[in-house]
């Protein structure tokens, strides 16, 4: 498969990029740890699932075979006080655990969708997967990694770092010292534990927990981390390619995911370890369990104190794609604003390309100078890409690609300068990564012209009219004709703006 681009990889178990090569040529198995659905998803999530959706399409799109696997958590994910997540949803939404998944993972598949990002090959639930937990469970403790307590079974990670000093620790850099003063997990279950930093890799439930399956320990139920180990064996093999989730799941939950594979198999689970960074709200991490949040649909409407105004969700989305997926993004109105200018030059730089006759007739047959500069741009953005999926260094070559199609288009640029299989070169192109690989979509679709924000841009300059002539029935009558189409306006302190509902 040599025709197949290189790509490098930033990989966390080396802290450095790599030449990516997979364990099969031209194939590529992936894991990456999906929601836990007790409540709705937030923007932080979809950052992480946009990250690597788009690292997904690129794969597919220079010519390999991708398995993505992206589980739903829906048993296991203990909150500090031990209580589990799905438990604490179920109580406060007064619903069985399994609606309270159920109603999540519709909202997430739907926010999944909103976001245009593709579904994953697999995507397992940890409560179907059960048997093969407690298979790795009792495997674990046939190595002697394993011990049972009051019908808990822990993960021995001192015993297992002990005995392999090199994988313990290397995905995130911490010694067993920093474990023993860090380690918050089954807070309630302590005193079980041969030592702090050991983790419950089954766990006995108490007569008041719902979620319960019968082993050879006690009814019970698997530990968090377990699920992922257990579901990427069984859909990628023992040792697949790459393994992906937030930044945040480095440590304990990748660590010990590691420590688990290997304990029950002796080797590393994934080849390549990438982690996205963090969208921070006000300079902190967005977190459900710290309430540090804004949610999309708040974001797409502006009913949020964070924003002047709604932003429209390829907006939000190019914003994201704007940063490299390993940088944190901090979500702020200033930014989302220009995101959202970029974006509409974008689509409308790409309809005027479109919209360019292929063959300008009186085309001299040589290569110009401003060929071999659109060529190099073509292929930075495809280096921006190459280079561990940087959106960043690839929008900033489609914008400068922009540059000559708006002078072709107002004629500041002869049409005779660009040969015409260059020019459909960079249509391709365009289509090719706004479409398929940045999986952006044109919010006027079905509107190839652009007709619809040209009509509203006047709309809206009648409603501004009206406004500074005090007209204020014009003004309304003109909103409320709008919002029965579907269109939301809202005025915030830069501007007028609109949405579709
Ligand atoms: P959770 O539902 O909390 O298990 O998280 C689902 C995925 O979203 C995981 O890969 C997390 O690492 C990721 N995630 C959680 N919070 C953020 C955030 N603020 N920014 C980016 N990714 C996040
Ligand atoms: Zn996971």
Known sequence: MSDIRPVKIYNSLSREKEVFTPNNPGRIGMYVCGPTVYNDVHLGNCRTFVSFDVIY???????????????????????????????????????????????????????????????????????????????????????????????????????????????????????????????????????????????????????????????????????WHLECSAMSTKYLGKTFDIHGGGGDLKFPHHENEVAQNFGSCGCQPANYWMHANMLLLNGRKMSKSEGNTISPQELFSGESPFVSKGYSPMVVKFFMLMAHYRSTLDITDEALLAAEKGFRKLMETNRLLQNMPADPGNFDGSESETDRAILALIEEAYKGMDDDFNTAMSIAALSELGGYVNKLANNQLSATEVAPWVLERLKSVFNTFIFDILGLQDESAGDSNGTVEGLMELILDMRSNARAQKDWATSDKIRDALAEAGIQVKDGKDGVSWSKQ
């Not at 597919?60 to 398995?67: M, S």
């Not at 993505?68 to 604490?88: C, P, Q, S, W």
């Not at 969708?113 to 593709?118: M, Q």
């Open 57 to 223: 399409r690129y794969l597919l799109h220079i010519g390999y075979k991708v398995r993505y696997v992206r589980n739903i958590t829906d048993v296991g994910h203990l909150l500090d006080d031990g209580e589990d997540r799905m438990a604490k949803g179920a109580r406060l939404d007064q619903l069985e655990p399994m609606e309270v998944a159920q109603k999540y993972t519709v909202g997430f598949h739907d926010m999944m969708r909103i976001f245009n990002t593709l579904p994953p090959s697999i995507e397992p639930r940890a409560t179907g997967h059960i048997p093969e937990q407690i298979d790795m469970v009792q495997s674990i403790l046939d190595r002697g990694y394993g011990y049972e307590k009051n019908g808990s079974v822990y993960f021995d990670v001192i015993k297992f770092a002990k005995e392999n000093p090199s994988v313990y620790g290397r995905l995130s850099g911490r010694v067993i010292d920093e474990l023993l003063a860090e380690s918050r997990e089954n807070l309630k279950n302590q005193d079980e534990k041969k030592h702090p930093a050991d983790f419950a890799i089954w766990i006995k439930a108490s007569d008041e927990h719902i979620m319960r399956w019968k082993s050879a320990w006690s009814v019970g139920f698997p530990g």
